[in-house]
T-cell receptor, first 113, second 111 residues
Framework: NAGVTQTPKFQVLKTGQSMTLQCAQD?????MYWYRQDPGMGLRLIYY???????DKGEVPNGYNVSRLNKREFSLRLESAAPSQTSVYFC????????????FGPGTRLTVT | RKEVEQDPGPFNVPEGATVAFNCTYS??????FFWYRQDCRKEPKLLMS???SGNEDGRFTAQLNRASQYISLLIRDSKLSDSATYLC????????????FGDGTTLTVKP
């Protein structure tokens, strides 16, 4: 099992460009999440999907959109990138319910110039 | 006030030392609690879940005090390989199980 995979690993964008970050999990998890992590800080939730067909905003959703394509895949789109979106983006998944831990992908390091 | 607060450290300790990290949370309805470990430029990985009765895994002991809304992690006999950032994570009781992360406590174990 690959667990949670993310593509790309690194990306440099110019201000105003758009891109989609891809995430897939092979653990048959219902819930999936997108976080960003800025230097010296914890993870902040951007969007999450409790189950296939549902998505909800997290703590910092502005400037992002998501698509839960199927049970395995959850993508994050930046429509018009801004320097403030320079960050490391982590995708995670878990079984549905409060008691289950999350499993993380390796992250995408995004720089917006 | 942040929902989950941790002492950022850094903690610099010699090998073999015992070190304790604390974490407080503000949402009394929080359901589940975890400690994650994050190595530099890597993804967080689960270190241990935290149960009401307290739990131990080798050199690591986690405690939960629901009345004080407080979680702790104790590391005994520190190893060089324990150097990392430790993240306190609180999960709510919704079906989605949204997690709130502390900013992390950085530990450096020195020879």
């Amino acid at each position: 099992n690959a667990g949670v995979t993310q593509t790309p690993k690194f990306q440099v964008l110019k201000t105003g460009q758009s891109m989609t970050l891809q995430c897939a999990q092979d653990m048959n998890h219902n819930s999936m999440y997108w976080y960003r992590q800025d230097p010296g800080m914890g993870l902040r939730l951007i969007y999450y999907s409790a189950s296939e067909g549902t998505t909800d905003k997290g703590e910092v959703p502005n400037g992002y959109n998501v698509s839960r394509l199927n049970k395995r895949e959850f993508s994050l789109r930046l429509e018009s990138a801004a320097p403030s979106q320079t960050s490391v983006y982590f995708c995670a998944s878990s079984l549905q319910g409060a008691v289950y831990e999350q499993y993380f992908g390796p992250g995408t390091r995004l720089t917006v110039t | 006030r942040k929902e989950v607060e941790q002492d950022p450290g850094p903690f610099n300790v010699p090998e073999g030392a015992t070190v304790a990290f604390n974490c407080t949370y503000s949402n009394s309805a929080s359901q589940s609690f975890f400690w994650y470990r994050q190595d530099c430029r890597k993804e967080p990985k689960l270190l241990m879940s935290v149960y009401s009765s307290g739990n131990e895994d080798g050199r690591f002991t986690a405690q939960l005090n629901r009345a004080s809304q407080y979680i702790s992690l104790l590391i005994r006999d520190s190893k060089l390989s324990d150097s990392a950032t430790y993240l306190c994570v609180v999960k709510d009781n919704t079906n989605a199980g949204k997690s709130t992360f502390g900013d992390g406590t950085t530990l450096t174990v020195k020879p």
